[in-house]
């Protein structure tokens, strides 16, 4: 097979592999000859497409022929546009299925802390709030990593460049979201680092991280003590010692969540990759676990696809106001809602945010949404989520961390070796990228092409998942130290 057709009303269809002009191809019943030469990953017209008609893939539209696209040429942005506008509107029409509990019970082996969570991990963090003590915050990581007792798994600094210079709600989601970290199941030990004359002043700060077990948490104001370093050191040791007795107890599935993620994605993502995480975020939902998508802007020209998954009117109405106030921040900025694909995905054979947002939805398979996560919210319950964010990937990753997610997985086609501060599984979705980079990635869904069932590798993700959770196995951004947090930011800085 040289070409996929995905969806029986599709327009187009996609090179599996490079496809040369002159070339005959057959899709179903039908002889092609090509007009033009084909990239891999990028589209070629089944059909005589009329100037300013609809373009389908997915069985959704994509977007509008520029001019009059003939069959068997190529289709991509020298002929294809955005149909996407500002606001939008549309009823709600139920449409998920209810996943079926497995007969398995399934569990992995986690740390169950105080406040009930239960982390995957048991490490140190150190939290600035305030970008002006990162490099403190690293210097006590990297002294204290040379002394770490047996039974933790590292200590890691994020740094940031904001808690001070902020108005507004740009100044609350920094707290929000380093308070998400702190309180994070994954950390048996956190040290809040302040400077004392910022902003987000460690005593206000402490309100929005709120009731939290005092012996995994402390705080530091570098400002009031003589030494911040050694003060630094002597709370981390204490911190240490306490985690250090922290024990892993196999836990129900019930109690992890994984994010959903891609970046640098190519034409292949919509095919392989997220379509898998899909299948898994099923399986891992009817078992009683939680998955989360994120990158609402990446929903634009698919929101009937995801919203009309919700549960019930009410997640509807709160799913379409989180995805139209996202484009009311576009167009406040005098930005079309469709300034997406990167020149990554256009090079990929992703033409419009309509191509690359059916495409990205894939991630949430067909379970119901059984709720809608703004910033700093934690993820409180089993199924299928939505969390507030951007698609950048630095900042949605860390979004979902902070939303409780213990782990993420993260498909890419293009390859990126970005990590956060929970494991950030790698899923390539070709396996040309797995074969070149295989210190970036961990699973490749590219097998997907070459005959391998989704089942089958639903199964083997699901199983690798379950042993990245129990400790068993940490994935490459562990291995080669790649952890970072963003923020997001919408305002003025001081």
Not at 238 to 253: D, G, V
Not at 254 to 260: D, E, N, P
Not at 456 to 484: D, F, K, P
């Amino acid at each position: 097979m040289n070409v996929l057709r995905i969806h029986p009303n599709d327009d187009v269809a996609v090179a599996l592999v490079n496809l040369a002009a002159g070339q005959t191809i057959r899709v179903g019943e039908t002889a092609i000859r090509l007009a033009d030469t084909i990239p891999a990953g990028h589209k070629l017209a089944l059909r005589d497409i009329p100037s300013g008609a609809p373009v389908r893939k997915y069985g959704f539209p994509i977007g509008q022929a520029k001019i009059r696209i003939p069959q068997g040429h190529w289709v991509h942005s020298h002929n294809l546009q955005t149909a996407l506008t500002g606001r939008l509107d549309f009823p709600y029409e139920p449409a998920f299925t209810e996943p079926t509990p497995p007969s398995d019970r399934l569990t992995f082996d986690g740390y169950e802390r105080p406040d009930g969570q239960v982390g995957i991990r048991n490490e140190l963090w150190i939290i600035p709030t305030v970008g002006c003590v990162n490099r403190t915050a690293r210097n006590l990581a990297e002294t204290m990593a040379r002394e770490l007792p047996e039974g933790l798994d590292g200590v890691y600094a994020y740094e940031h460049p904001y808690g001070c210079s902020q108005l507004g709600q740009d100044h609350l989601t920094t707290q929000k979201i380093l308070a998400g970290l702190v309180r994070h199941p994954n950390a048996g030990g956190v040290l809040v680092l302040g400077l004392g004359c910022e902003n987000n002043q460690v005593g206000d700060f402490r309100k929005v991280v709120g009731d939290t077990d005092p012996e995994n948490l402390r705080y530091l104001v570098a400002q009031e003590c003589e030494d911040e370093f050694e003060a630094g050191l002597t709370l981390l040791r204490e911190l240490a010692t306490s985690a250090s007795r922290a024990i892993r107890r196999p836990m129900p599935l019930s109690a992890l969540r994984v994010g959903l993620k891609c970046g640098g994605s190519d034409a292949f993502s919509g095919l392989t990759a997220n379509p898998l995480l899909g299948a898994f975020s099923d399986r891992l939902i009817a078992g009683g676990g939680g998955s989360a998508l994120t990158e609402i802007p990446e929903m634009f020209g698919a929101e009937r696809v995801i919203l009309n998954r919700c549960r019930t009117p009410e997640l509807f109405e709160r799913g379409l106001k989180l995805v139209n106030d996202f484009r009311d921040y576009y167009t406040a900025h005098g930005q079309p809602v469709s300034e997406n694909p990167s020149p990554g995905n256009l090079a990929g054979g992703i033409t419009t945010l309509e191509d690359k947002s059916l495409g990205c939805v894939q991630k949430g398979g067909s379970s119901p949404v059984v709720d809608i996560v703004t910033y700093g919210q934690q993820l409180t319950q089993s199924g299928l989520a939505i969390v507030e964010g951007p698609g950048n990937d630095a900042v949605a990753v860390t979004n979902l961390a902070a939303a409780g997610c213990q782990l993420v997985l993260f498909t890419t086609g293009r390859g990126n070796p970005l990590g956060g501060p929970v494991p950030t599984l790698k899923v390539a979705t070709n396996s040309d990228l797995a074969g070149r980079k295989p210190h970036w990635i961990d699973f490749n869904a590219g097998e997907l092409l070459e005959g391998t069932p989704m089942d089958q590798l639903a199964e083997q993700m699901l199983e690798l998942v379950l042993q990245v959770a129990s400790g068993l196995i940490h994935t490459c951004n562990e291995r080669h130290g790649y952890r970072e947090i963003a923020i997001f930011k919408s305002g003025v800085t001081l």
